[in-house]
């Protein structure tokens, strides 16, 4: 079994940044990929972006140039989010889909709140 646990939510300005982190503790196995997805209330949950554990990276297009993923170790991912719009605001959750079976695995989700 495998469980996520994020950090870093918050409320902050437009324009300004905030880092995510998220831990994984369990199996993981190399070929896991890790992430990150947000979700509005009334909202399907969207994907924000995606990390291999070897580095190869995947953006939703509204985030691309302001949002940076990175996998700090296999059982790591953080997400640097820079220039912050107000659609931004959601809650966010870590997950991690293990390819060749399938299993995927969420976090609890952190709040980020962009607003003035």
């Known amino acids: 079994q495998v469980q996520l646990v994020e950090s870093g939510g918050g409320l902050v300005e437009p324009g300004r940044s905030l880092k995510l982190s998220c831990v994984a503790s369990?199996?993981?196995?190399?070929?896991?990929?890790m992430g990150w997805y947000r979700q509005v209330a009334g909202k399907e949950r969207e994907l924000v972006a995606t990390?291999?554990?070897?580095?190869?990276t995947n953006y939703a297009n509204s985030v691309k140039d302001r949002f940076t993923i990175s996998r700090d170790n296999a059982k790591s991912t953080s997400l640097q989010m820079n220039s912050l719009k107000p659609e931004d605001t959601g809650v966010y959750y870590c997950?991690?889909?293990?390819?060749?079976?399938?299993?995927?695995?969420w976090g609890q989700g952190t709040q980020v709140t962009v607003s003035s």
């Open positions: 997950n991690l889909r293990r390819p060749f079976t399938g299993e995927v695995y």
């Open positions: 990390v291999s554990a070897s580095g190869i």
């Open positions: 369990g199996k993981i196995f190399s070929i896991d990929v």
